[in-house]
């Protein structure tokens, strides 16, 4: 009855789009890139071949479980969706049918796709793609080099293509396209790279454009953030270049959400999961894809912080997870990705 969930994490708080629930559609560390700066931990398979690690039927089971037992517990609906988790999930074959899946299970919760954008190089995955509402591009570089530094990709890529395929997907979406530039200090920050994404963004057009800088550990000790002044340099030239500025309306709401709703969970009112094992196996399904604070992990499953507390230091006891200082903050980390 209380069988963990394999495929679905969360919902984890997301600065761009709330409160949302993650469906990891690799069940491993297997992408088309092998960034620097990826929270995920080390990749186990560099690949553009595409099929479906994880079935559609699989998990869309687990989803269709999820749902039904939110809805018995009268718990608030994510504010979105979204496709990803270990890798790049474009490379999932069975894409289509996990969409169509989605808005079956869920309707009206926006289904978004967050993407390294390797695949929509392929005219096949952009139609598929067109299925979504939100979908979250990343080009952390046009050079060549720099690239080839921070991105780490498979051989069969190139920066110029990618851009290319981004922009013949945004000439035929119906959604939105927030691109992501990502930066990391030394590597990609060059002022060659703001002057060309700059000139591609006022081309594509997308509807935001977010650049962002470490945060949370990544795969490698040595990539660092930017400073601040870079960071607003960055952020005020590309951001010019959006259609319209979309705030993170989902998130504002979602943090006002659970602020309200925290104030009953002592008393019961609202709660995430309800014992000490469906805690843990919630913490370690969140924490297999993205490493978080105690804090933001209580949050987004709506459980107190305390609780939140107690079962990580089970799982650090048990040696299930790790934990690292960034930031003055401790996050929290599984130790190796579970299948």
């Known amino acids: 009855m209380n069988e963990p969930y394999k495929y679905i994490f969360g919902p984890v ?104 954008a390797s695949l929509m190089t392929d005219e096949t995955v952009r139609g598929e793609l067109l299925a979504s509402d939100i979908v979250l591009p990343s080009l952390d570089s046009l050079l060549g080099s720099e690239f080839a530094a921070v991105n780490r990709p498979h051989p069969g890529l190139n920066a110029l293509d990618i851009a290319e395929g981004i922009r013949s997907f945004r000439a035929r979406f119906a959604g939105r396209v927030w691109l992501e530039v990502l930066l990391v200090a030394g590597v990609n920050d060059s002022a060659e790279n703001l002057d060309a994404l700059e000139l591609y963004c006022r081309a594509l057009a997308p509807h935001r454009v977010d650049v962002v800088t470490l945060s949370r550990p990544g795969t490698e000790d040595e990539a660092k953030a930017v400073d601040a002044a870079t960071l607003t340099r960055w952020r005020e030239r590309l951001a010019a270049t959006a259609t319209r500025s979309e705030p993170a309306a989902q998130a504002t709401e979602a943090l006002a959400y659970t602020a309200e709703k925290r104030q009953g969970l002592e008393d019961g009112a609202v709660s995430g999961p309800r014992d000490t094992a469906q805690l843990r196996a919630a913490l370690l399904a969140s924490l297999t894809r993205r490493p978080q604070t105690a804090g933001q992990l209580a949050q987004a499953l709506l459980v107190p912080e305390q609780s939140v507390h107690m079962a990580l230091e089970g799982l650090l006891a048990q040696g299930e997870i790790a934990a690292r200082q960034q930031d003055g903050a401790t996050y929290f980390q599984a130790r190796a990705p579970r299948p």
């Open 13 to 116: 708080l997301s600065g761009r789009l709330g409160r949302s629930l993650g469906l990891d559609l690799l069940g491993g560390r297997i992408c088309s890139m092998n960034c620097v700066y990826c929270e995920s931990g080390p990749l186990a398979t560099l690949t553009l071949k595409r099929a479906p690690y994880v079935p559609a039927a699989a998990l869309l089971d687990e989803l269709a479980r999820w749902e039904a037992a939110r809805a018995a517990k009268g718990e608030a609906r994510p504010d979105v969706i979204t496709l990803g988790g270990l890798g790049e999930p474009t490379l999932n074959s069975d894409l289509p049918r996990i969409i169509a899946g989605v808005r079956r299970i869920a309707p009206g919760v926006p289904v978004a796709v967050l993407t390294n």
